[in-house]
């Protein structure tokens, strides 16, 4: 079992929806939790993190932690063809070895 | 400021040729990475660096070397390639003192074996 897991998709929306994308961690060591955002053919960019437990917002998105239920979510709302891209959760314990789900691929559709 | 580059951006080999996949970056991080990105697999490690001269295995290592001779630059080497070994690789790159660890990635190489 991976450490982070998260459905790869694709999801595919309508613009304008509200957009969830889910991951769940296994390791209870885990503190820091990223959402990294890869457009085709490019290398992932950093989108958001949260430390511990609870949501962080920015603009359109806010990424949520549920530590009890080792659960990680990106919240998009008001989606536009410009967020389609794979989105990979990922978290560590406050060292340096990021673990990495497998991502999720998003298609927004104008 | 160019951040993280990979070189080459694409490569065909053959079975058992070998080449060597070249990184540099230009924000005098400590840390460096390999990793590769498989269908469904993710990103996983392959090895990593935490300084010059240095250099440590990660998650799937067989096959592949590295070294780190000087600080910016991180190379990563294949002595004979397999068809195992197709994929696209990505360097990144992390400064020592970054609590978050965010992780800078190179633009990738393709690599295709056959």
């Known amino acids: 079992q991976k450490e982070v897991e998260q459905d790869p998709g694709p999801l595919s929306v309508p613009e304008g929806a509200i957009v969830s994308l889910n991951c769940t961690y296994s390791?209870?060591?885990?503190?820091?939790f990223m959402w990294y955002r890869q457009y085709s053919r490019k290398g992932p960019e950093l989108l958001m993190y949260?430390?511990?437990?609870g949501n962080k917002e920015d603009g359109r998105f806010t990424a949520q932690v549920d530590k009890s239920s080792k659960y990680i979510s990106l919240f998009i709302r008001d989606s536009q063809p410009s967020d389609s891209a794979t989105y990979l959760c990922?978290?560590?314990?406050?060292?340096?070895?990021?673990?990495f789900g497998a991502g999720t691929r998003l298609f927004v559709k104008a | 400021n160019a951040g993280v580059t990979q070189t080459p951006k694409f490569r065909v080999l053959k079975t058992g040729q070998s080449m060597t996949l070249l990184c540099a970056q230009d924000?005098?991080?400590?840390?460096m990475y390999w990793y590769r990105q498989d269908p469904g697999m993710g990103l996983r490690l392959i090895h990593y660096?935490?300084?010059?001269?240095?250099?440590a295995k990660g998650e799937v290592p067989d096959g592949y070397n590295v070294s780190r001779l000087k600080k910016q630059n991180f190379l990563l080497g294949l002595e004979s390639a397999a068809p195992s070994q197709t994929s696209v690789y990505f360097c990144?790159?992390?400064?020592?003192?970054?609590?978050?660890?965010?992780?800078?990635f190179g633009p990738g190489t393709r690599l295709t074996v056959t």
């Open positions: 990144a790159s992390t400064a020592r003192d970054a609590l978050l660890d965010e992780q800078y």
């Open positions: 390791n209870s060591a885990f503190q820091y």
């Open positions: 949260t430390y511990s437990s």
């Open positions: 990922a978290s560590h314990t406050g060292g340096f070895k990021t673990i």
């Open positions: 924000m005098n991080h400590e840390y």
């Open positions: 660096s935490v300084g010059e001269g240095t250099t």
